[in-house]
């Protein structure tokens, strides 16, 4: 597999341009092993990409659940990559893509019949109907477009502009990530606000993309992204092998980053907030670029919850901070030397480390402030507060299990 620039795009913009990513700059071709890491970025993961797979004669699956070849991967992005993460639109040869599509309205019956069907329908694709969508992860979530409040599902390659993710099998996950992306929010390291809707029975967290922008009603813009995966060119069955953060994380960053250590120290914010409010799944898909024109810099957090509520978790993290593997050992000095590992000072690190700190004191008295007693949210800002005592005295941020 190649995936190679067109010459005209390639005779503009010249060689060594990320355009679609940092692992496939112009003007190409590609090796083939980054080519497949990319286009298998797009697709789901799990029970998702197995439901999808299903629905596409002949595509075949490995032992791990990734396509078997890279041809199954392109088949399965012909069928589902009209609306894909960023802006990429995946079409079959001779077909056109859709600058527009259209937007069926869903009134709240629909609406909760369809998050009900995600058992059976991973994203609410729907070929047959024009819905043809895809998105990494594992989780059940819907791809829907919000204009003035209402609810619309997007046909024919129009973009989206929420995704609503549905509680996975840790109770009360919704809830967990809204708090801890809301802190995020508070911070200035994500990007627009999350919150829990009831749905029918369920409850769903409502997530605005960061990658869109809405224009108006049934005006939105695809703003281009990739995840770190993509970037450094692995396939997705080995996010949790892409290393430390100050590694090949970092490496992208100093090549392809017109401000490297700007770029680097909003990575380093990002990998300390993920340990400080426990969330041991920092993967190498959970973190992701802003490719803007051939510009690249980090994008929002995003993806975050406190994993410490839920016992059968190992807390082994996603990526080592430090010579740390274990969420419980990471400290302060774990943290400063990721940070000088990156490339920056001492004096940087901590005053990041502190900063981080001071900020999220202040985002957990706004959200203790309005935590119902004894539910989950309670839960994840007592644990968190906590870790936050024990970052700033130098204690590791807590107890091995």
Known sequence: MRIVYENSIAEHRGAEVPLLSCSLPTPGP????????????????????????????????????????????????????????????????????????????????ELARRVQALPDRPLGADPE??????????????????????????????????????????????????????????????????????VGDTDVLVVPRYDRQVDGPGRVRRLHQEDMCQ???????????????SKRMASVLREWADSPSREIARLFEQVAFRAVVGDEDGHGKNYSLMLDDGTVRMAPLYDSL?????????????????????LARVDRAALVAEARAMGMTASQANESVDDLAAGLRTALDAAGRSAPEGGVREQVVRIITQRVDRLESGRPLGEPR
């Open 306 to 326: 406190c994993t410490l509520i839920y016992p059968d978790l190992t807390g082994r993290m996603g990526t080592p901070i430090g010579d740390q593997q274990n």
């Open 129 to 198: 109907h024009g819905i043809r969508m895809s998105l990494a992860g594992v989780q059940d979530k819907l791809l829907l477009a919000r204009f003035d409040g209402q609810w619309f599902q997007p046909r024919n390659g129009a973009a989206s502009t929420h995704i609503l993710k549905v509680s996975s099998d840790w109770p009360g996950s919704a809830e967990n990530e809204a708090v801890v992306l809301g802190l995020a929010q508070r911070i200035g390291l994500s990007q627009g606000t999350v919150h829990v809707e009831r």
């Open 30 to 109: 590609s090796q083939p092993g980054k080519a497949r890491a990319f286009l298998e970025g797009l697709l789901p993961e799990g029970r998702a990409l197995a439901m999808a797979a299903g629905r596409v004669r002949g595509v075949r699956l490995a032992g791990d659940g990734s396509p078997e070849t890279p041809a199954d991967a392109v088949a399965l992005l012909a069928e589902y990559g009209r609306e894909c993460a960023g802006a990429v639109v995946i079409v079959p040869s001779g077909e056109a893509p859709s600058d527009e599509g259209d937007y069926e309205r869903l009134d709240d019956e």
């Open 231 to 245: 970037a450094v060119g692995i396939r997705p069955r080995d996010k949790y092998h892409i290393g430390r953060p």
